[in-house]
């Protein structure tokens, strides 16, 4: 892509350290550390919605987490709007945060049980002088409207809405700071698919129209597929593979990627797949395999594959972290 | 239906709340066969868990069933007594939770769980169970089962403790299990394998199923014949090939509509507005009526009677749709 990119991540490194016995301390064992991020790199244009799609583990909310600068890396760097979010001064702090928004899985424990949805929304705005004082209220109004919420919302408390009420007043929230960026972790996992469907698409009018850069973290791939012209798949604290959404999905080149859409169940009884399912589970991102991280399960495992697999470049603005990846995709 | 394994018939559920009965479940009719995968889905609140629940009466204590009955192998269940159920319960009908770390005991090996049920049912032989115990954990497919066996569940993967969830479950050759959202808490490749693992089973031992689940995918990919429940009752009921290629409820519509196949541009949602009523505050009438783009005013007012479709089943609906929809 020719634009610059509004945020680009470049080989991001995390590790969280285990808690270690005191003997072993002394002992002079290893630190142990789990892997949540190892040289993960990818970059979103604006108004793009990026999916960041894996099981439970792979590091995807930890990444969501160093996005929005709740979660320092170890290593690496975050640029947005090309500007290194580590290095920022307070007051640019204070503008990232405008900028760079969440939306949460569950509303009901990110809103304030006590505060009327109204003030919650009102909160956020007031801070950051988004309006004049005297423009709050309405501002809350326009917010509410937007999210497809009635005006009387306002006056309620969280536990007297129902689950997909709380997502919108959560989005209206992000929203009511005009942010350029939506980081949203799970955001309509919790939901029945009726009101996913709808908080789905809510989520993609609202990129439309406010020209919102989506980052959309989600183990769902059906949700991925619906909402996001790129993914990233990541596995173990790595990212596998990085594409737009419809040929990754056509014609996937890293073997976890092929494994996962496989495992998806198909509401068609029509396609019940005879394949064997990936045998196995992750393992540990305590002690990740050396090499390609999904060496261990991947039917097509050779020895080559016990040494770090190469990012395979691949027409189309795809890559692939696999030996093989060329392979599969021409 | 003759010759069914379990056949449920004008089931009503209520929750008792302050003297009063709120209704959770209403006349609920269904049979399953012997060997047959039955699927129940709908969204949370629909009464689906509470119907398997009352089948086996693990209903929470304020929670009772008000009309109907239920019969497996021709033993009344509905309102037999304690000492009635407890040799049913494992040997007859087994069960598995949605929650596997939550139905297993924190604190006991998970080879003395497996074992547990095969002694309280006298089937444990002169070794206590030790031997029965190793040959379930290995036909659910858990790997070194005499390690596992001595393992704690917090010891244990997601998928492991599912494993062994069912391997208790199976431990006594039930006729019937009953599964609530069993692989809802897992991930996708687990789920595939868990999935895999029940419709296994279930042909080598001839067993019945009933799969609780608010995913269609899982129900395409599991069962024989599926119900859709809405609002406490069930809407349609059909073999799995018809609800997915002619649905008559627009509520099963409304379902299928709500399931992403693809990119918005290509395969845009259209998702009903609103929400599932309160049942405490349930319209008269089909409660899908304020929801539903093809209701007139009969809607509003009376549940409609059940009409059957051809090939088996039927569905509660005044308007269905014309068949060849989607």
Redesign the interface.
């Known amino acids: 892509m020719a634009e610059t990119p509004l945020l680009s991540v470049q080989a991001l490194y995390k590790y969280f350290p285990l808690r270690r016995p005191l003997m072993a301390a002394l002992a002079g064992q290893a630190q142990r550390r789990v892997q949540a991020a190892h040289n993960v790199g990818f970059t979103i244009a604006p108004r793009e919605s990026f999916g960041l799609v894996g099981e439970s583990g792979c590091g995807k909310t930890t990444l969501g987490r160093m996005v929005l600068g709740l979660l320092p890396p170890d290593d690496g760097v975050i640029l947005f709007d090309g500007q290194d979010i580590a290095r920022l001064d307070a007051a640019g702090k204070r503008a990232l945060r405008r900028q760079v928004q969440m939306v949460f899985q569950d509303p009901y424990s990110s809103l304030n049980p006590r505060m009327r949805i109204g003030a919650a929304i009102a909160e956020p705005i007031r801070l950051h002088g988004v309006v004049p004082s005297g423009e709050v209220a309405e501002e809350v109004a326009r917010l509410l409207q937007r999210v497809g919420l009635p005006a009387s919302a306002g006056a309620r408390y969280p536990s007297e809405l129902s689950g997909g009420q709380r997502q919108r007043v959560g989005i209206a929230r992000a929203l009511s700071l005009r942010p350029r960026l939506l980081v949203a972790d799970e955001a309509v996992s919790g939901l029945d698919v009726s009101v996913r469907a709808q908080v789905l698409n809510l989520l993609a009018d609202l990129r439309r129209d406010l020209g919102l850069a989506l980052m959309f973290i989600s183990h769902d791939l059906g949700v991925i597929e619906y909402l996001c012209e790129t993914v990233g798949v990541m596995y173990l604290g790595t990212m596998v593979e990085n594409g737009p959404t419809a040929a990754v999905f056509a014609h996937p080149a890293h073997p976890y990627t092929r494994a996962l859409l496989a495992a998806v169940p198909r509401a068609d009884p029509s396609a019940v797949s005879s394949e064997a399912p990936l045998a196995g589970e992750p393992p540990s991102a305590v002690d990740p395999p050396s090499g390609c991280p999904f060496r261990t399960r991947c039917p097509e495992a050779r020895s080559i594959c016990e040494t770090p697999p190469p990012r395979v470049t691949l027409p189309g603005r795809r890559w692939a972290a696999c030996h093989f990846a060329a392979d599969h995709v021409q | 239906m003759s010759g069914a394994l379990l056949q449920v018939q004008g089931l009503g559920i209520g929750l008792t709340r302050r003297g009063a009965t709120v209704p959770l479940v209403e006349d609920v009719s269904f049979a399953v066969r012997q060997g047959e995968a039955y699927g129940i889905v709908g ?2 609140g629909c009464g689906k868990s509470t119907t398997i629940r009352a089948v086996i009466r693990l209903l929470a204590a304020r929670v009772r069933i008000t009309a109907g009955t239920v019969a497996f192998e021709g033993n009344q269940l509905a309102q037999a007594s304690e000492a009635t159920l407890r040799p049913i319960r494992g040997a007859g009908i087994g069960m598995v939770f949605q929650d596997p770390l939550t139905a297993l005991n924190p604190v006991i090996t998970v080879g003395q769980q497996v074992a547990e049920g095969l002694r309280t049912h006298g089937k444990g032989g002169r070794d206590g169970g030790r031997e029965r115990t190793q040959e379930v954990m290995r036909l659910v497919g858990l790997p070194d089962p005499q390690r596992i066996a001595a393992a704690y569940p917090h010891e244990l ?1 997601g ?2 403790r599912q494993r062994t969830a069912i391997a208790i479950a199976l431990a006594c050759s039930p006729r019937l299990l009953l599964a609530d959202e069993p692989t809802t808490a897992l ?7 868990i ?2 693992l029940l419709s296994d089973l279930r042909k080598r031992l001839g067993m019945a199923l009933i799969l609780v689940t ?5 129900v ?3 069962c024989d014949r599926v119900a859709v429940m809405y609002a406490g009752r069930i809407v349609e009921e059909a073999p ?2 018809r609800i ?1 290629k002619a649905p008559a409820h627009p509520y099963t519509v ?11 541009a290509a ?3 259209h ?3 609103g ?1 599932p009523p309160d049942p405490a505050q349930k319209p008269p009438g089909c409660p899908f009526a304020p929801r539903c783009p093809r209701r007139s005013t009969v809607c509003e007012t009376t549940f409609p009677s059940w009409t059957r479709h051809s090939g088996g089943g039927g569905f509660a609906c005044y308007h269905p749709m014309e068949a060849g929809h989607g």
Request: glycine share 6%; aromatic share 2%.
């Open positions: 969204e949370s993967s998928g492991q991930d996708v490749t687990i789920q595939a394998q999935l895999r608010h995913d269609l995918g899982v395409a990919q599991t799995i090939a997915f409304a379902l299928l509509d709500s399931i992403p196949r693809g990119s918005r395969h845009p949602l998702p009903i507005a929400m």
